[in-house]
């Protein structure tokens, strides 16, 4: 019987949420942003081997020999690596008194509504957080996501792909081109589950206060699985190093860097609407002031430069702004206050 502190809706939230006709009021959601969006992106994939997933990639090709006549022919073979990569889960529980339902009559389930959705945003936002930040290596609970895997440069592998915009300090941002497939970028989720966020009302639940004394709640648990598969590193790289002072000042040629960024993505052609028959689709992801930043260059200061390099796409009913035929999500999970990346 789990002990609860006074982390719960009461009624003086009721009254703070109720409008003049004494009905529910619409909350402005000034805590939301565009992660639920950005997970309408995601391609999921059951892991392989229970809570974590294995695959194989070739790491290298046999090699071969011209012939002549009487002579024998060299024997090679291909390399391979196996990579395994696990998953964890985020959840949270809403729980709300059950007298404080009662007392709220006919607009309980609006209430309790109105409660659970912060929630989801909530974990939209964790997910989408995870996806460019998190390290299992650093904290066993969370998944590897893709700034441990493109953290470091390189001539070669993941390192490679990396743009180098610069900036030095602890005043960095980056924009991700990432393709979502199954040779590229997975969201993983525990074999058994199902991925994606999770909403199971848990009923009336017996619990107990600080004291002891038990009284009742109604309670709606939220919970996601999830983990991150990056089968081929070709199909993601990352602008490091944008410093943001001064990029906010317009010293820093962006396009240059999104145009070495664009051709070292392998599945940069890919189409845009995934499905089975498809490789993958790229998306790419940039903050509000990289797109505000990518807005002012882009604008025309005169006839020397008349060419608009963002150009409005609609996706899913949606418009959004695209680079060569790539949508840009806006993405407020990435951060102006990233490391240098060496």
Known sequence: MATLVQTMLNMADVYKRSDPTKGIADIIEMMNDTSQDILTDWVWEECNDGTKHTHTIRTGLPSVAWGALYEGTPQSKSGTQQVSDTTGFVEAMCTIDKRVLELAGDKRLALRASESRPFIEAMSQELISSLFYYDSATNARHPKGLSARFGVKATNGAGNQIVDAGGVGSDNMSIWFVSWGQDGVCALYPKGTTGGIKQEDKGEQR??????????????????????????WRQVSRIANIDVSELMAGNVDLYAFMRKAYYKMHNRRAPKVHDQNNPGRAVIYANRDALEALDALATNQGAADNFTRLRPMEIEGKEVLSYRGIPIRECDALLNTEAQVT
Request: hydrophobic content about 35%; proline content about 4%; aromatic content about 16%.
């Open 207 to 232: 619990v107990v206060d600080e004291s002891g004394n038990p009284y009742y709640v109604e309670e709606e648990m939220v919970r996601a699985y999830a983990g991150f598969k990056v089968k081929d």
